[in-house]
């Protein structure tokens, strides 16, 4: 779509992609029920900014309530801190676009741990 002579680009989830996100947002809502008693908050393709040009959107993130943001790690562009769990579905996506993103969300400017 053209407005205001932008080009607005609208990314829509495959079937499969979103199937694999339901099925993983719904086994980790019943994790945090039934056993990290509410712990967890969840998103879905928030934005982070890891670094200079740098913004990523998992698929779906994780992370515990009470996280704090340690003193030397940055907070995502919202403010908030970075989750401990990122996923992303590769059903779209090469192998190695997957490896070659990893080292970012896992690295020394996030808290990101999986």
């Known amino acids: 779509m053209v407005k205001n002579g932008d080009v607005i680009i609208h990314e829509i989830p495959s079937h499969p992609h979103a199937r ?11 994790f ?4 990290a008693n509410e712990t967890l908050v969840s998103a879905s393709a928030a934005r982070m900014s890891i670094g200079a ?11 515990p309530k009470a996280l704090r943001v340690p003193p ?3 907070k995502n562009n919202a403010g908030y801190p ?17 490896h070659d993103v990893a080292p970012i969300y896992l690295g020394d400017n996030t808290s990101i741990q999986l």
């Open 72 to 74: 030397a790690l940055a």
């Open 32 to 35: 945090n029920a039934n056993v």
């Open 82 to 98: 970075f989750p401990t769990v990122v996923i992303e579905i590769g059903f779209t996506e090469t192998t190695k676009s997957l």
């Open 53 to 63: 040009n740098t913004n990523l959107e998992p698929d779906v993130e994780f992370l």
């Open 20 to 30: 694999a996100i339901t099925q993983i947002t719904e086994q980790m809502g019943t």
